[in-house]
């Protein structure tokens, strides 16, 4: 074929080199820029064209299955084998192959969340109403992702990405159970049976993530309003609530990077942890019981030598009213508790 183009760098398996990275170009489309890239191993190089305003909603752009895009679905993008040469990128909300091709002429290259969305300028304003939209944060490639799968999360800060949504179960058994970040999901908490630190930091290294910092929390729900003792307008917060909801129910609770429910509904586990010390050594002792709880509770493990196990937890819960907030903590948690009202979001550092 006369136009046909042969991509010398991509033929080897693996390969993916982009001028740049994926990026939105407005609140629907995306900005990609050129490069190579190898679809269905050794010999099968492509190149791939610069998009300025490429919209993954055009019926040409997608497999079918955005002809509802609808909020809270996570988008991926593929390039796929075309015989001049050039990748065709098809968009598709199937996390394994577009439809309408395989697995050896198709390849996962990128993807996007379809969330609510804060900008800067609305920072910490309670009368705005959040856009519906490509987030800008959630957009991903093969050279710029968390180590983890990227679905249903937003970078907060360079080299640092974090679940959107409070954490719930895949539905498979435990010590197996992978959290989900999801849209419209019931949070995970101790009404599961799910002790704090016990079992929490497990769960989310089963998605290949960590239990976040203070410092970390701080800088991710930065921008969400505080919530409000007398209605839920801001944040699952009221102080009548008796008890959770699921993920996004409040479409004012969302960061101005992106996070949802960093304000009230549970609270968030962090990673900070200390023990209310002494200096006389007879103030501390050897504590069975408190192992003794959680997924794993009828088993031995051993026993914490400590005198009081406090941790800190964030952003407060669906009863704390105007207590609920971006910079809302509290320091005197047991670790071993096996509590409704607290849950957790993952992080995972970049690639």
């Not at 050896?104 to 969340?113: A, K, N, P, T, Y």
């Not at 089963?206 to 991710?220: E, I, M």
Request: hydrophobic share 35%; proline share 6%.
């Amino acid at each position: 074929m006369a136009d046909s183009i042969l991509a010398v760098p991509g033929q080897a398996a693996g390969e993916f080199k982009l001028m740049g990275k994926i990026r939105t170009a407005d609140e629907v489309r995306l900005a990609v820029p050129e490069g190579i890239l190898n679809i269905g191993g050794n010999g099968k190089g492509f190149i791939l064209q610069p998009r300025i305003d490429w919209d993954p909603t055009a019926p040409a752009n997608q497999d079918g299955s955005l002809d509802n895009l609808a909020l809270g679905d996570d988008v991926y993008l593929y390039a796929v084998q075309q015989a001049n040469g050039r990748a065709h990128l098809v968009a598709s909300k199937n996390i394994t192959v577009p439809d309408g091709y395989g697995p050896d002429e198709s390849r996962r290259i990128g993807g996007f969340h379809y969330g609510r969305w804060r900008p800067l300028s609305e920072r910490y304003n309670a009368a705005y109403d959040p856009s519906v939209i490509v987030m800008p944060t959630s957009v991903w490639d093969l050279k710029h992702r968390p180590k983890c799968d990227p679905s249903g999360m937003v970078e907060f800060m360079p080299g640092w990405w974090v679940d959107i949504y409070l954490a719930s179960e895949d539905g498979a058994p435990w010590p197996e159970t992978v959290p989900l970040s999801r849209y419209n999901a019931t949070p995970l908490t101790g009404t599961e049976g799910y002790s704090r630190y016990l079992d929490y930091p497990t769960l989310l290294a089963n998605a290949g993530k960590r239990v976040p910092t203070l410092d970390q929390f701080y800088v991710y729900a930065d921008g969400a309003p505080q919530g409000n003792d007398g209605n839920n307008d801001t944040a699952w917060s009221a102080t009548t609530n008796s008890g959770r909801t699921a993920t996004g129910t409040v479409a004012k609770a969302v960061s101005c990077a992106g996070v949802v429910d960093a304000a009230g509904n549970v609270w968030e586990m962090l990673q900070d942890h200390y023990d209310v010390g002494s200096t006389s050594s007879a103030d501390y002792n050897y504590g069975r019981t408190i192992v003794e709880n959680g997924k794993d509770a009828g088993h031995n493990r051993g026993e914490i030598y400590h005198r009081h196990w406090r941790m800190w937890l964030a952003g407060g819960q669906w009863g704390n009213g105007v207590r609920c907030g971006s910079r809302c903590a509290h320091a005197i948690h047991s670790p071993w508790y096996v509590n409704c009202n607290t849950g957790l979001r993952g992080v995972c550092d970049s690639l």
